[in-house]
């Protein structure tokens, strides 16, 4: 340990390397210069070292030229090739890349009306076939993605790893570059008319458009049926109403409704709304059969049950809805969630706006009995019958074929055509439904052609149904109450309709076209009640709101309502006539309707003896 | 005139019962006396015979003329004077009572004064005048134990300006109520003229009563009243037996006022619902909220009743009684808000009445209602509906 005092602990280490190499050429200087033959030879030895050294780099570089490869693309009219080249030049290989021209492959670069988002078109005719598929717009710079997700893969040729990226990589290249250099081209996200500006086009899963289709246009479906002559479609219309017993006026809204639903979109971006309501048995097949313009299939996109679906999945689907009406099938027994719903619905169609977005398809309510709580305004009744459906609604079909045929063959004609109707009639008349119904009429009509007597027809039957929805909408209910009022006693007046005593004669209660009172209500059968509809001109739907009137004002006798029903407007009496007791549905209506203090009562109006 | 409930035509079933007594009750000019001329102008038309009583000037001169026009003669008592023949010397000393009623005098010991003198003078000559009797009460004064109330009587009666031509006489086999007549007070004394309204419904009374006992045809009458409310209507007054026991012999009375509250007692009030008919017009609340009360069968319709009582239009009326509406013969006695359509040319059947003079005796044709058929043509164009004096033309 004393040693070590006051001493380096390196100081024992060997000599540096440089040191050590300074030493030994100093000793080779001083050999040389002791021996300069040996210094000769060493330098001699030392230039052939140089040589050597040079060949060897010669040699390697030699090497290295002929080791080097070049990838080139090579496009011919029926496909792509990647020729492999050596350093020099020389033609190593030649493959296939791509069996497709690069001129059969057509880039564009699509949008869908309403949206953001780009599409990418891929288009390539070949001899045998032509393809067109759309892609996200991300697909272009990316050439991993096109070789994953686009049909360009299958026509991809032998390749290895190396020359495929090589190959992708080519080809993103010139489609990325195509899609660049492309204008924006609009399409239709839904379906339905869709106006481009070479001309109209239905956008259905049709042939020659699947390409195009997204899920909600992928959804509908056409009929299309060729070879149509519109006078035999009239015809075939006019045996139809005959054969199931649909009333004109019924058929007229119907068809008004139908053609509405089919050509309102070209008039206006933003049509009047309309909502029908269908009561009766198989309502929601009977609207399937005659108002539904493009059949959705198993997916029922357009079809809502408003006692079970949820309301944000009602919301969004009737948002992509264009040219087909939307179906709402109700029980009527109506929940509170029923009645959540069923407002909602109910207010779009009064706002004709869903969440900023415009509503431009008609709203179809089915319901076998129609509820007596259910809001009437700018809603148009029909009352349905079973036996509609042995027709089904064909003829609408083949006309709504000839007429979509008709339209796309026109190019713009008749979407310009309906739009100055449209517009000449609105400056006729402020209420913008009835004008455009009235113009969608003058154009079909003018679509069809018709001779003289099937146009007649059609005509009187289109003007019976503008008639009946103008009726229906434009109801007021303190005057219609009012002129149901004075035309009961003015039927009564004439002798169309007796008044009896029910304690007097109770057998009357069983003859249509009686009404017979009580000590305190005039009495009226469902029958009776369509009877003074049917003679006052009145359409069914006022009949409703004249119950509806009369009950908010306190001039019905009802049942008290339970919890979850609410009061039905008629009530059952117990009549024994030549003892048979025979139950009798009626409309109890208070006496003091009619029946002023120190009035004529309406009774003593029907004494004509 | 024709009424009209609604736009229905309203006809009364006047002689279909022994019920035809009349009430007209409502506010000044909502035309109640107009109303009650032309329906007692109709009355005529069918035969019925009508005595309007005007105790001083109550009927206008258009009012007058219409009865006149239709075959009435105008009594005008001021002038021409009045002679009241009784059938017996019983009959004639029966009006002693009423006499003395006019003059506010109701004492059996004045009666039978006032009979002792009347009977006196009758068995001087069978008539007498009332100068004649005012004056045999005077002379008469201090003879016996009836002086007392002579004098006082003598002395009332002195009290008046001049008194009428009254001439009492005793007649046999005389039928006072023959024709129609106007018996115009005007003119008179006012305590005249209530004495002669008294002895002219006594006169009638006892025509009827006359008729009655000897099983005659009665053909109903109607004596007309208005402003009744001057008049004693008690029950033993000569009015008072008119309306109560008047309908049995075929005297109809037709009273016109404006108030019955506050003008009669209640059960004066509950005496007049005898009258077959009621017509009411525009009425004062308090009048309005009795007659909703007796009519109505509820609240809710009473509240309607008042609210349409005070605000009737003129030319508007309630009426309570039996009628058949439209063309129907049923009858009905419920009541209606009727419009009164006044005719300037009656045309016979265009009027609101269906029957004839004799109970039950209603023609069928009648009662179908030919007024309303009758109704088109010419005869509308004379049509004046009745309210402020304006015409209208339907």
Known sequence: MQNNVGGSP????????????????????????????????????????????KLRQEEAKTRALLKMKSKEIY????????????????EMSRKVAFRFGLGSLKVKRFRREGEKEFLLALILKSKEKKMLRLYPAAFASSPLKLRAHTFLSEYEGSLTDEERRFCWAWLQKRISEAYADDIDNIIPSKAGFFQAEKGICFWADREGLKPFLNETIGSFSLDVISGLDPDDIVRELAGMAEKIGMEERQLGVLLVVR????????????PPNIGVILSGEDSAEIARGFLRVLDSGESSWDFFNLDSDRISLIRERIKRLRNTPAFFVASGS????FWNRFQDVYGWLQNGLIEGTRLTVPMIFCVRELPVDWPLDNLVVVQVAKRWLHDGGEVFDKLQSYIIEAVENSGIHWGEALKRHFQEQEKNDDWRLLSLLRAIKVVALQILDLHEEANGYLCNLLDMGLGEIAAQVSLADGYLLQKFRLGVCHEVEAGTFNVFDLTEHPEVACVDGNIFFDGENYLFTHKLLCSICEALGFVRKAALYIKRELSSQGYLKQYKGSGLRPKEYEIDLMLEVNDKKTKVSVLAVRKEFWDEPGEVALFERGWNE | MRML?????????????????????????????????????????????????????KWGKADKDRLVARGALLRTVSSQGLVLPFPSRRELLG??????????????????????????????????????????????????????????????????????????????????????????????????????????????????????????????????????????????????????????????????TQFLRGNFSDPLIAQFKQGGFRFYFRLTEEEARAVSQQLARNSGERDVLYQKLTRLPRGRCLMVGLHSVGESRRVTDKYRFVELEAKETDAGNNDGITGEPGYGKMKKENAKGVGIEDSAGNARQGKRKLGRGTVSFR
Request: charged letters at 25%; hydrophobic letters at 40%; glycine letters at 8%.
């Open chain 1, 75 to 90: 496009c011919t009219e029926d496909n792509i090739q990647l020729v492999v080249k050596t350093g020099d030049g020389r």
């Open chain 1, 10 to 53: 390196t100081f024992e280490y060997p000599l540096p390397q440089e040191q050590v190499s300074r030493m030994f050429i100093r000793e080779v200087q001083d050999y040389q210069l002791a021996h300069p033959e040996e210094m000769i030879r060493y330098q001699k030895e030392a230039e052939r070292d140089i040589l050597k050294s």
């Open chain 2, 5 to 57: 409930c609604g736009d229905i035509p309203i006809h009364l079933h006047v002689g279909a019962s022994s019920m035809n007594s009349m009430l007209f009750i409502g506010l000044s000019q909502m035309g109640k006396t107009f109303a009650c001329s032309n329906l007692m102008t109709d009355l005529m038309s069918k035969g019925f015979n009508v005595n309007v009583i005007d105790i001083g000037d």
């Open chain 1, 259 to 270: 053609l509405y639903t089919l050509l309102s979109n070209l008039a206006t971006e933003a």
């Open chain 2, 95 to 256: 009006c002693a009572k009423h006499l003395l009623d006019a003059l506010g005098i109701q004492s059996f010991n004045a009666v039978a004064a006032l009979r002792e003198s009347m009977s006196d003078m009758i068995e001087n000559g069978n008539s007498f005048s009332m100068l004649e009797l005012i004056q045999h009460m005077d002379f008469g004064k201090g003879v016996d134990a009836d002086n007392e109330w002579r004098e006082k009587i003598h002395l009332r009666l002195d009290t008046y300006e001049d008194a009428p031509d009254i001439c009492l006489e005793v007649r046999a086999n005389v039928e006072f109520l023959s024709e129609s007549a106007i018996w115009d007070l005007s003119g008179v004394d006012e305590t005249y003229a209530r004495m002669l309204a008294y002895l002219l419904l006594y006169r009638f009374y006892c025509d009827g009563k006359g008729k009655f006992h000897r099983g005659e045809n009665i053909k109903p009458s109607f004596i007309v009243l208005d402003e009744f409310q001057t008049l004693d209507v008690g029950r033993k007054s000569i009015l008072g037996m008119c309306l109560t026991e008047g309908q049995k012999y075929g005297l109809n009375m037709v009273l016109l």
């Open chain 1, 334 to 337: 109506g929940g509170k969630a």
